[in-house]
Antibody, heavy 117, light 112 residues
Framework: EVQLVESGGGLVQPGGSLRLSCAAS????????MGWVRQAPGKGLERVAN????????SYVDSVKGRFTLSRNNAKDSLYLQMDSLRPEDTAVYYC??????????WGQGTLVTVSS | DVVMTQSPLSLPVTLGQPASISCRSS???????????LTWFQQRPGQSPRRLIY???DRDSGVPDRFSGSGSGTDFTLKISRVEAEDVGVYYC?????????FGQGTKVEIK
């Protein structure tokens, strides 16, 4: 059974940092592009970032470029999102997801990030 | 970026009756490899999104056959043949043909 388990969310002040983690199991993690999708309270889904299978290349939505850094450790079947200079508008549930052939087949349960003073 | 427009945004339905959600893209979703990467997700209240349909009409394992997807080019539809109580939630379309991938705004399905 495929599982993606996120952790690391919480309450942080504006300008602060958080590091999200995603532990994968039940599929061949190193063969998949991986990414994060977020959902602000009461809003829709927004792609945040994704990373190639070998970690050589990543892409980000414009609103987080220069502030968020995506990385992965294929030996540990894990994905990480380092979030710096957080803003109130970054408040959302962050979902870890796999990417395959133009779609997101697998999703985690999400971790809530709240940016507030 | 490709804009995905869903309609309606709210869909009250009667149990046992059919329901239909439209998703239109601002440009054709036919990829250079010949595939059309249009996905439908269901998000039940308090849950993470679940993929129902990919490549326009391929149903995921375990998805009831009352869910079907159709369409081509820029015009796509998700149909529920007979709505059940467990179908309540928000449905999103996603285009995965053009980078960056983009989601529709979501359609909230509720029981009348």
């Amino acid at each position: 059974e495929v599982q993606l388990v996120e952790s690391g969310g919480g309450l942080v002040q504006p300008g602060g940092s958080l590091r999200l983690s995603c532990a994968a199991s039940g599929f061949s993690f190193s063969n998949y592009l991986m990414g994060w999708v977020r959902q602000a309270p009461g809003k829709g889904l927004e792609r945040v970032a994704n990373i190639k299978q070998d970690g050589s290349e990543s892409s980000y939505v414009d609103s987080v470029k220069g502030r968020f850094t995506l990385s992965r450790n294929n030996a540990k079947d894990s994905l990480y999102l380092q979030m710096d200079s957080l803003r109130p508008e970054d408040t959302a549930v962050y979902y870890c997801a796999s990417l395959l052939r133009g779609s997101y087949p697998h999703w985690g349960q999400g971790t809530l990030v709240t940016v507030s003073s | 970026d490709v804009v995905m427009t869903q309609s309606p945004l709210s869909l009250p339905v009667t149990l046992g009756q059919p329901a239909s959600i439209s998703c239109r893209s601002s440009q054709s979703l036919v990829h250079s490899d010949g595939n059309t990467y249009l996905t439908w997700f269901q998000q039940r209240p308090g849950q993470s999104p679940r993929r129902l349909i990919y490549k326009v009409s391929d149903r995921d394992s375990g998805v009831p056959d009352r869910f079907s997807g159709s369409g081509s080019g820029t015009d796509f539809t998700l149909k529920i043949s007979r709505v059940e109580a467990e179908d309540v939630g928000v449905y999103y379309c996603l285009q995965g043909t053009h980078w960056p991938w983009t989601f529709g705004q979501g359609t909230k399905v509720e029981i009348k």
